[in-house]
T-cell receptor
Framework: DAGVIQSPRHEVTEMGQEVTLRCKPISGHDYLFWYRQTMMRGLELLIYFNNNVPIDDSGMPEDRFSAKMPNASFSTLKIQPSEPRDSAVYFC???????????FGDGTRLSIL | AQSVAQPEDQVNVAEGNPLTVKCTYS??????LFWYVQYPNRGLQFLLKYITGDNLVKGSYGFEAEFNKSQTSFHLKKPSALVSDSALYFC??????????????FGGGTRLMVKP
């Protein structure tokens, strides 16, 4: 079991650049979640998908953030243009069914200079 | 609305002593409850869950948690702490009667420090 795989693990870029974070969920899982973790705000849910369809994106901070899930094995979170306040650790998690636990990837540590 | 409170930012315990990490929750229906642990530079790892049934739930690494409906609590416990248990612990809740929501709400986390 490979677990949830995120790439890159670390990203450092300059303000204004486009950032793309990638996630491969566990095979067979039908829910996928994107979170952001900061010291100030803790763990925040940004968006989640069910069967590749976005269900709730109310946590996406603003229009600079977008997420896609073109198929069951891949999702992206894009920030364009990036700002220093976007610096955080971004986690992807997946789950099978209604009452099973979410499984988290090891995150992408994003630093916007 | 659903919410979780972890009242302690940090818990300090000596190795070999019992540990408790507190969690209280609020949901309008019946809760699904989870505990996760996070080690440095890693994602959250699932420890245990309560869905229904026995109020005492046993999980990974010797951890257990007790569901108390009257006190709306789900405290995490371990009889004998190890230095390697030092990490950040998160409690999470989901309202099982809320068909419109599949989202977990996480507490702010409690840092557990186990001293040798």
């Amino acid at each position: 079991d490979a677990g949830v795989i995120q790439s890159p693990r670390h990203e450092v870029t300059e303000m204004g650049q486009e950032v793309t974070l990638r996630c491969k969920p566990i095979s067979g899982h039908d829910y996928l979640f994107w979170y952001r973790q900061t010291m100030m705000r803790g763990l925040e849910l940004l968006i989640y998908f069910n069967n590749n369809v976005p269900i709730d994106d109310s946590g996406m901070p603003e229009d600079r953030f977008s997420a896609k899930m073109p198929n069951a094995s891949f999702s992206t979170l894009k920030i364009q243009p990036s700002e220093p306040r976007d610096s955080a650790v971004y986690f992807c998690a997946s789950r099978f069914g209604g009452n099973q636990p979410q499984h988290f990837g090891d995150g992408t540590r994003l630093s916007i200079l | 609305a659903q919410s979780v409170a972890q009242p302690e930012d940090q818990v300090n315990v000596a190795e070999g002593n019992p540990l408790t990490v507190k969690c209280t929750y609020s949901v309008s229906g019946n809760p699904y409850l989870f505990w996760y642990v996070q080690y440095p530079n890693r994602g959250l790892q699932f420890l245990l869950k309560y869905i229904t049934g026995d109020n005492l739930v046993k999980g990974s690494y010797g951890f257990e948690a007790e569901f108390n409906k009257s006190q709306t609590s789900f405290h995490l416990k371990k009889p004998s702490a190890l230095v390697s248990d030092s990490a950040l612990y998160f409690c999470a809740v989901r309202d099982m009667n809320n068909n419109a929501g599949n989202m977990l709400t996480f507490g702010g986390g409690t840092r557990l420090m186990v001293k040798p």
